[in-house]
């Protein structure tokens, strides 16, 4: 089947993930502790994350929207830790700034924005997100004809829906797009099952131990990428 058009994940995909989304914490860490000492052991430690996962249990929905998720999860550690309820939501939402403008100091794999200018002259080109980076903010959104995130649909990948919903803004059948991404779950298998073609992104050289499984073509580098595609 003929490839009309082709979808991205973004973190670890685009550019890695792990040494930004670091700093992001810390930033947005420091500032509270700063603020507030005794956060200092609390924030961003078993603590936390048992916070996030009581917050999830109690509203499900709010795995899809990772930006509140963070917000609540900020106000009720620092409301629980002797910080005035109103003072504790402006710390959160300003926390979460920080946060958030750290996020998207991305720093992207080889050949990325080189490759999406090729790729824009022969394909529908969309993303296909679970988490809150913004490709407007990023200034990237020129490359893409779409995007759309696990808040906009209320539902994260692999879930079938926000592959349906991007089927629908590319407006070709889901048989004719491609998806590029980084997990092997998240983006392979979920596209799969969605009706999509796919392929693995593996610029961090990981092992997946499902990947003869699977048989779809492992990418470990964006000029791969660009070959793949231009030769079509």
Not at 39 to 58: A, D, H, P, T
Not at 64 to 86: D, F, H, M, P, T
Not at 87 to 114: G, N, P, Q, T
Not at 224 to 231: N, P
């Amino acid at each position: 089947m003929k490839v009309k058009a082709i979808t991205f994940d973004l973190d670890d995909t685009l550019w890695p993930l792990f040494d930004v989304i670091m700093h992001a914490h810390k930033s947005s860490n420091d500032y509270l502790i700063e603020k507030h000492p005794q956060m200092q052991g609390i924030l961003f430690s078993s603590e936390e994350r048992k916070k996030w996962k009581e917050l999830v249990s109690q509203e499900p929905g709010l795995a899809n929207r990772l930006s509140e998720l963070r917000q609540k999860v900020i106000y009720e550690l620092l409301v629980e830790n002797r910080v005035a309820s109103e003072e504790a939501k402006s710390l959160s939402k300003e926390s979460f700034k920080i946060f958030l403008d750290e996020r998207h100091k991305v720093v992207y794999f080889d050949d990325v924005l080189e490759t999406l200018e090729a790729l824009k002259n022969k394909y529908i080109l969309g993303v296909i997100t679970n988490g809150n980076a913004d490709i407007k903010t990023l200034k990237i959104d020129h490359l893409f004809d779409f995007y759309v995130n696990a808040e906009m649909v209320n539902e994260s990948k692999p879930g079938k829906k926000i592959f349906d919903e991007a089927a629908k803004l590319a407006g070709v059948a889901p048989e004719e797009i491609c998806h590029i991404g980084d997990h092997p779950v998240n983006d392979v298998e979920g596209a799969l099952s969605a009706g999509f073609q796919a392929m693995w992104m593996n610029a961090l050289k990981k092992d997946w131990e499902h990947k003869d499984r699977l048989k779809v073509p492992e990418l470990k580098s964006w000029k791969e990428l660009e070959s793949e595609f231009i030769e079509l």
